[in-house]
């Protein structure tokens, strides 16, 4: 996804200035955008010469030519669906906006079709016991389950591979043989795979201190029993874009309280509510991060990807959640992983 900054223009700008950014930039579009940096329309050199062909000048505004209803996606859109309507609509670009309707890229097709190698490490945290899945897990370490007759561990490698980030760590304990023997050093998936033994229980964050080589540019951390659609280069930008120290990825969660809530003050009863439902954000096992972080994480102790957040947060680092509307599943009870199964051939 390309930066934007350069052919952002406001919505009061002149036919000139627009000329003028669409001639630096060299990608042949303008995005026009409010004061919120909400996506207004966009603006083409063609549009522009239409307009003067009609009798505007240099020095009149581009509202009347601005194009209100551009094809756009959002943040949340898979690589899959971001060519589906590409290809639909017959374009080479489209704007990325955010769940406010804030733009934050602008995507090339023909980065999707060809994505370019990207050396940020991807960290997969796969040493957990798999407890819940028993007895699927006595021999089997969970990520190493097959969904859709592979390993979820390979649909995850083989996501990110997608998306250009093959340079994967795997932070192994349980049965990190069956791991091994399987992936070996990832060239018959396309990726390049280095180990890291727990010999403890370290946590999501804590295994981070056992890095062989430390990340110097932002690094991805995923749990390795989660299947999900999410688009990990969006993700890699969205991080950028707000200068973030982490980001989190999280997912709405809602629950029905069966009851009739009563609300009292003083024993004089205010209202009651039925059976009210309560959303929620909540982590969704896939994170972000800056090379900073490492310095905030103890060595060998067991530390948790929450005792970290809460560590950026308490140190006045920038911690942002990137909100997720794709397929995902955490696989950590045998309904899921049945569920995934059901799935898998509908979404994969």
């Not at 669409?22 to 026009?32: E, H, R, T, Y």
């Not at 097959?146 to 996501?159: A, D, S, Y």
């Not at 896939?286 to 530390?303: D, G």
Request: charged share 25%; proline share 4%.
């Amino acid at each position: 996804m390309k930066n934007i900054d350069n052919i952002k223009i406001n919505k009061n700008a002149t036919i000139k200035e627009a000329l003028e950014i669409i001639d630096k930039a060299a990608m042949q579009i303008a995005l026009i955008v409010d004061d919120d940096d909400r996506l207004i329309g966009t603006l083409t050199d063609g549009d522009i010469r239409r307009g003067l062909l009609k009798g505007l000048t240099l020095d009149s505004s581009i509202e009347s030519i601005t194009f209100t209803t551009p094809t756009i996606a959002t943040i949340s859109d898979t690589k899959e669906e971001i060519l589906k309507i590409a290809l639909a609509k017959k374009l080479h670009q489209i704007p990325i906006v955010d769940e406010n309707g804030k733009i934050v890229g602008i995507q090339e097709i023909e980065e999707l079709i060809k994505p370019r190698q990207k050396t940020n490490k991807v960290v997969l945290m796969v040493g957990g016991l798999g407890t819940r899945l028993r007895p699927l897990t006595d021999n089997t370490p969970k990520p190493m389950l097959k969904v859709g007759n592979k390993p979820i561990l390979q649909t995850i490698i083989e996501k990110f591979a997608e998306y250009g980030y093959a340079n994967i760590v795997m932070c192994v304990n349980y049965k990190s043989h069956v791991i091994q023997e399987y992936f070996g050093d990832g060239g018959e998936f396309g990726v390049s795979i280095e180990y890291v033994f727990e010999e403890q229980r370290m946590g999501t964050a804590g295994a981070l201190s056992l890095l062989h080589v430390k990340p110097t540019e932002p690094f991805f951390v995923m749990n390795g029993d989660l299947l999900t659609n999410v688009n990990f280069e969006h993700l890699h930008d969205y991080h950028l874009a707000n200068n973030a120290t982490g980001t989190m990825c999280v997912r709405e969660y809602d629950f029905q309280v069966p009851y009739g809530v009563v609300h009292v003050k003083n024993s004089k009863i205010l209202s009651i509510e039925e059976k009210p439902t309560h959303k929620f954000f909540v982590s969704a096992g896939i994170y972000m991060l800056s090379p900073e972080v490492l310095e905030l994480i103890p060595q060998n102790k067991f530390y948790d990807m929450p005792t970290l957040f809460d560590k950026i947060i308490s140190d006045n680092k920038n911690a942002i959640s990137f909100p997720l509307r794709e397929y995902w599943l955490d696989i950590g009870r045998i309904e899921e992983y049945k569920k995934a199964n059901d799935e898998y051939g509908e979404v994969f």
